[in-house]
């Protein structure tokens, strides 16, 4: 199916293009042209255009870590720190929980993240295969993680939903993961590094979220959890970490030489009290920094818009400098390097050959205008409601307010309600 989108102005993150007015020409899920309207237009027929009335399109948002099937606990165990909340209060609900459930509460997550602009996740989450189900059903974009810990599941059931997961559709995929190092003994960590080393794969993981994880790690180890990862070779391959608030610059450098990148989650480690991360550090020293909500039972909400200002307001106080981490480095990390920090090399710009997830963002509203620097608004004065419409793989899922005919919005919330009464 072919698609045009047309009378539009154009961000397409691509290095050293400005904005500009045009036109994006699309054939199944692949962008096959993106420039000014040519004059050859005249007479070709699309199966659809759409008249993007003088809005702006860019590449989706990136949602480079989340827990998506967390909705079921969303404002359920607020005001906790982060081991309370988790031992406490996460995991007793989780163990309860099955692969429907996950099914079921991700695809709530997933109609949250369409009103946002988001058109991937990075999911790490209790039982791949219902997310597989969920976002091929769905239509979302999903790199899947595994959550590898002491309390499983084996690593032989994490070999085959690498080898199941991936190349089996186009919308999903898995990466190798484990929890985090304070949830894996040395053991298995360096089972962990042998399975990468067979498959040559990237490694992603929660580290440094907390001082307390950050220096209790310390104190078994001799080493902070970058130097323990890096000893054990779990770094070889490249990967990433997440929320990375207490990194030190010896954890940095050993970021940098691994090609390493980290993804932010500034609203779940303000509302958990957990820090600020050092993101002016990282991008001084070139190391790549994504975004992401975390899930939505420690953020609450999935509102990327949210997050991007976080990004830049609490660097901003924490180097005491309004000029650390500009609008234009923020939406670099939202569309960019959330898709690199999710191995998605594919859909990070809107350039020929990539795929077509895009977004466009209504300029009619008062907190658009006037419109002196369209980068600056989207991310210092931008909301949810200026999602005029999400397409993920070339579908639009969601448009003027309204979800595809395809979702089941109704079913969604009514087995959610259920779902959440049982596990309360």
Known sequence: MTKRLYNAKILTMVPGEDIFDGEIQIDGNRITYVGKSPAENAGTKFDEEIDCEGNVLLPGFKNAHTHSGMTAFRSLADDLNLQDWLNNEIFPREAKMT??????????????????????????YLTPESIYDASVEFGMRCQMVSGLNKFGPTLEVLERRYNELNNK???????????????????LLESVSELIHKYKAPLYTHMSETKTEHEECIKRYGMTPM????????????GGIYHGVWCEESDMDIMKKRGLRVVTNPASNAKLASGIAPIEAYL?????????????????????FREMFLVT???????NDPKAVDAMEVLKMACVNGAHAMELFDNDALAVG?????IMIDLYQPNMRPILNISKNIVYSGSKTNIKMTMIDGKVLYKNGQFNDTIEVDEIYNKCEEITKRLR
């Open 99 to 124: 692969p429907e459930d996950v099914y079921w509460l991700s695809k709530l997550a997933y109609l949250e993240y369409l009103t946002s602009g988001i058109t991937a996740c990075g999911d790490m």
């Open 169 to 187: 559709n186009g919308l999903v995929g898995f990466l190798m993961g484990v929890h985090a190092e304070y949830t894996c003994e040395k053991e």
């Open 227 to 238: 130097a323990l990862f890096d000893s054990l070779g779990l770094w070889d391959f490249g």
């Open 284 to 304: 001084e020293k070139g190391i790549e920094v994504a975004i992401g909500t975390d899930g939505p039972s420690s953020n609450n909400c999935l509102d990327f």
């Open 313 to 319: 307001a609490l660097a901003k106080i924490k180097e």
């Open 354 to 358: 990539k795929l077509a997830d895009i």
